[in-house]
Structure formats: C-alpha cells, structure tokens
C-alpha cells in the first residue's frame, strides 16, 4: 500500500459533510500532534483527523475510507509505548476522544456502558460515587478504547486482572462500515466464538468499538501498602514467587531496583531506602485481617533474606508510594534530557522470574547503558527501560539488541514479548517467533475482515 500523504479537494469535501466543521482537520498541527505517541516512534504525516461523536459517523467514515482506499488509524489518549496508535501509511486518523460520554452505570449489575473516548480516571470517578471501580490500571489515564485495543492492565493485573477480564459486550464498527455487537451483559455464556475477546487486544486492526459494557468491582474497605527491602534483586525476585505461591494474593506487587528508587527520591522526596525492595499492597473487608496478612508476608520475606519491612503506611504515603511508581517512566525520562527511551515489555512464568530479572539487569551492566530494571512481579511482568540517543546508530542498536535478546530469552522460557503495552510498531518483528504458526492464522483473520488492509496498518504484521 503507498502512503497517502494528502487528500484530493473532493476527499477533503466529502469527509467534511461527515461531521460538523470543527471535528475534521487537514491543518498541520493537528496532522503533527497524531504523528507519535510517547514512544520513540514516528509515523507518516496523516492527511486529516476526524473526531466521530456517535456509532453512525464512525460507520459512514469507515464506509467511504473502504470505498476510496483510505487507510485508517484510530486514536485514543496517546498514551501508549509501541507506536500503536501512529499512523504509518498517513491517511486518516478517526481521534476518538470526543466519543467520551459514560452511558449507564448499573450498580446492581456492577456494570457500565461508555464510549471508547472516556478516560480512565474519570471512568473510576463516576463509579466510585457508587462504591464500584474499573480496576486495570496502566498508571497513564488513558482512553478506555485504548486500553481495550491494547488490553491494557497494570499494577494490579495480579489481583483483579487485564482489561480482557472486564470486557462484557462490545459494538464494533468493521473496516467496511458494518456495525457488529459482541457478547452480552450475562456473567457468563458459552455461546459460539468470544468474539468479543478478538477484538480486545486487536489495536484497531479489525475495526473500531464504539461502545463498550464493562464489567465493575467494589472499591475495597481497607488497603494496607508494604514495602520490603533486600542486598540484591535476584532475592527481591525470589521472594515474589514465594508471596505468590502463600496463597496471600497482593492486590500489587512491584519490584524496584537502587537505581529507580534514587530517581524517585530526588523528585518526590519519599526518603525509601534506595536497595532492591518491593512495594506491596494488599486489599481487605478489615484492618485486623490484613496486619495477619502483612505479618506472614513479613515473615516469609525474611525467610527469602529481606533486610527491611515497612507496613502501616499512611494513606497519604501510600498514594504518594503509588504515584511516583506510576510515574516511573516519566521520571527516568527527565533524568535524561535529550534522550529517547525503549521500553521492554516481556512477561514469563513467575517460576521463571527471579532469572529472567538476573539476566536482563546482566545485560545493561555488560552494554554500559542507561537502563532500569523493574516491573509488575506479581505476575511476572518485566520491564527494562533504557535511554540513549536514536541519532547515535551504534548506541541505539545496542540498545536494541538488548530488547532483543530480553525478549528471545522470556519467549525461550515460555513468555511473551509483551506483557501489557500491545505489539504496535515495535514488536512486530517478535510475532512469528512467539506464535510460530498460529501468527500466520491471524494474518488470516486479518485478511479476511479488512481485505484491503485499511485499519491500522503497519501494526501486529510485518
């Protein structure tokens, strides 16, 4: 497919009649805001943007890209690693975030209707009035069709699971301008094909959903937020396995290494003790039965060599805890200025875990980089963000080749090359490695909705 850098006047015409005035743009800044995500990955200058309101634009749109051979990239909050949501044949970019409005809130079915534009925060700020919340939790407050594209999840994937474990029913607008519904708003059904989970995790290579039913959960009573110290990482990694394998099930459980949690005191001045530890919390009907709790996660982290176990943090603490490891990246980023960041995103059996970490924090220390080594232990998600200079071909090809070797090595022990952040841009060449022959199935299905390969090209296949 040729990239299509501008429209025709009559394209320019006739997608102005879709939608009001100032909901389509062929303006520079605009093209140039959807160009790249928080990634250090760039695209091909879209044409125009769109900003559909309702399921019918979205159908028409998708009606008169099919028909003219238009490509199609969707976009959410912008906030994802792997240049998802960038635009590698230009063309059109549908910018979902004015399809933002919470439908239904259904407390007694614990569910909740909306559009894919609506935040994540603001999503969980409704809902909390009813004692409910949305628990996948990328740290970013991204759009929750991103989050559905991309199965997002986040800190608390151990506890409460991926945002494919929320995902009820979903109206989804196809490549041709077909409008489909998937799933139900029941519990549970065995009936036919989950095409509602191939669609979650899709990155708007299938089509667009427009409305999703989402399935809620009551905001805990209590929280009690841990942390633990240990000499080195590969004993914070061990005791992970071990917390998992008690039975105590932390609603998250984070491992951070020295050299993270030195960048986070410097900026947020949280004064935690800058050695291996993790950050824990754990969620609970009552104060007493999470101390039981905390004080068996004590002890069985001493077994594994803990040298620190700090429990009862105030709430004010704990939110500023969460932040600055929410903020994680953005803070390695501004102790770099100038520099671009990869981040690794791999996830291995947690059996596997303290070796993966052992192996990855070996590599930066052999290719003198600047990376940091961490991520959601819980369930076995590994991240390793490094920061260089993309100008500097030698250095960024090492770096490079560190993502490369991290992500051969978790799908050598039976992991995957992403965890969390999708296949975008930038694990694409990973697909048939992981996959082997079913990757070749999916290029299938592919083609067999979006024959032209309009939706978001240039994502998930080489």
């Given at each position: 497919?040729?990239?299509?850098?501008?429209?025709?006047?009559?394209q320019?015409?006739?997608?102005?009649?879709?939608?009001?005035?100032?909901r389509?743009s062929?303006?520079?800044?605009n093209?140039e805001?959807?160009?790249?995500?928080?990634?250090?990955?760039?695209?091909?200058?879209?044409?125009?943007?769109?900003?559909?309101?309702?399921?019918?634009?979205?159908?028409?749109?998708?009606?008169?890209?099919?028909?003219?051979?238009?490509?199609v990239?969707?976009?959410?909050?912008?906030?994802?690693t792997?240049?998802?949501?960038?635009?590698?044949?230009?063309?059109?970019?549908m910018?979902?975030?004015?399809?933002?409005?919470?439908?239904?809130?259904?407390p007694?079915?614990l569910?909740a209707?909306?559009?894919?534009?609506?935040?994540?925060?603001?999503l969980?700020?409704q809902?909390?009035?009813?004692?409910?919340?949305?628990?996948?939790?990328?740290?970013?407050?991204?759009?929750?069709?991103?989050?559905?594209?991309?199965?997002?999840?986040?800190?608390?994937?151990?506890?409460?699971?991926?945002?494919?474990?929320?995902?009820?029913?979903?109206?989804v607008?196809?490549?041709?301008?077909?409008v489909?519904?998937?799933?139900?708003?029941?519990?549970?059904?065995?009936?036919?094909?989950?095409?509602?989970?191939l669609?979650?995790?899709?990155?708007?290579?299938?089509?667009?959903?427009?409305?999703?039913?989402?399935?809620?959960?009551?905001?805990?009573?209590?929280?009690l937020?841990?942390?633990i110290?240990f000499?080195?990482?590969?004993?914070?990694?061990?005791?992970?396995a071990?917390?998992?394998?008690?039975?105590l099930?932390?609603?998250?459980?984070?491992?951070?290494?020295?050299?993270?949690?030195?960048?986070?005191?410097?900026?947020?001045?949280?004064?935690l003790?800058?050695?291996?530890?993790?950050?824990?919390?754990?969620?609970?009907?009552?104060?007493?039965?999470?101390?039981g709790?905390?004080?068996l996660?004590?002890?069985?982290?001493?077994?594994?060599?803990?040298?620190?176990?700090?429990?009862?943090?105030?709430e004010k603490?704990?939110r500023?805890l969460?932040?600055?490891?929410?903020?994680?990246?953005?803070t390695?980023?501004?102790?770099?200025?100038?520099?671009?960041?990869?981040?690794?995103?791999?996830?291995?059996?947690?059996?596997?875990?303290?070796?993966?970490?052992?192996?990855?924090?070996?590599?930066?220390?052999?290719f003198?980089?600047?990376?940091?080594?961490?991520?959601?232990?819980?369930?076995?998600?590994?991240?390793?963000?490094?920061?260089?200079?993309?100008?500097?071909?030698?250095?960024?090809?090492?770096?490079?080749?560190?993502?490369?070797?991290?992500?051969e090595?978790?799908?050598?022990?039976?992991?995957?090359?992403?965890?969390?952040?999708?296949?975008?841009?930038?694990?694409r060449?990973?697909?048939?490695?992981?996959?082997?022959?079913?990757?070749?199935?999916?290029?299938d299905i592919?083609?067999?909705?979006?024959?032209k390969?309009?939706?978001?090209?240039?994502?998930?296949?080489l």
């Amino acid at each position: 497919m040729m990239t299509m850098k501008e429209f025709s006047l009559f394209q320019i015409s006739s997608l102005s009649e879709m939608v009001e005035p100032d909901r389509f743009s062929t303006g520079q800044s605009n093209r140039e805001l959807h160009l790249h995500d928080i990634s250090p990955h760039y695209g091909s200058l879209p044409a125009g943007i769109i900003w559909p309101v309702t399921t019918e634009e979205v159908a028409g749109i998708l009606s008169w890209t099919y028909q003219n051979d238009v490509p199609v990239t969707p976009w959410g909050a912008g906030t994802s690693t792997e240049g998802n949501p960038v635009p590698t044949q230009g063309g059109l970019v549908m910018d979902m975030i004015r399809m933002n409005k919470i439908l239904a809130i259904r407390p007694r079915d614990l569910q909740a209707d909306v559009q894919p534009g609506v935040l994540r925060k603001e999503l969980n700020r409704q809902t909390g009035r009813h004692g409910l919340f949305f628990p996948p939790d990328p740290g970013a407050d991204a759009s929750i069709g991103g989050m559905i594209a991309n199965n997002a999840s986040g800190v608390q994937t151990i506890k409460y699971g991926a945002t494919r474990d929320y995902v009820m029913k979903l109206t989804v607008v196809l490549p041709g301008g077909k409008v489909i519904h998937t799933g139900c708003k029941a519990h549970k059904s065995s009936s036919g094909y989950d095409l509602t989970r191939l669609f979650v995790g899709s990155e708007g290579t299938l089509g667009i959903a427009t409305e999703a039913t989402l399935k809620l959960t009551g905001i805990p009573s209590h929280h009690l937020a841990v942390t633990i110290t240990f000499k080195n990482l590969d004993s914070a990694s061990e005791a992970v396995a071990v917390l998992i394998g008690s039975g105590l099930e932390p609603a998250a459980l984070e491992l951070l290494p020295p050299v993270l949690i030195n960048l986070m005191n410097r900026e947020k001045n949280l004064n935690l003790s800058e050695e291996p530890s993790l950050f824990c919390e754990f969620h609970g009907v009552t104060r007493k039965a999470l101390q039981g709790t905390a004080d068996l996660a004590r002890e069985l982290c001493e077994e594994c060599g803990a040298t620190g176990f700090k429990s009862g943090i105030e709430e004010k603490d704990r939110r500023e805890l969460w932040r600055a490891r929410h903020e994680a990246w953005e803070t390695i980023h501004r102790a770099h200025p100038k520099m671009e960041t990869l981040i690794v995103d791999v996830a291995v059996p947690i059996s596997r875990y303290p070796e993966m970490i052992v192996y990855s924090q070996n590599l930066v220390d052999e290719f003198h980089v600047a990376g940091y080594v961490f991520g959601h232990a819980g369930d076995g998600n590994l991240h390793v963000v490094i920061a260089g200079d993309p100008d500097d071909k030698k250095e960024w090809a090492r770096i490079e080749n560190i993502n490369h070797l991290i992500v051969e090595k978790a799908v050598e022990i039976g992991g995957t090359c992403t965890g969390e952040h999708g296949i975008g841009i930038g694990k694409r060449k990973f697909m048939q490695l992981e996959h082997g022959d079913s990757y070749h199935l999916m290029r299938d299905i592919k083609d067999l909705i979006d024959p032209k390969g309009l939706m978001n090209p240039g994502k998930i296949f080489l």
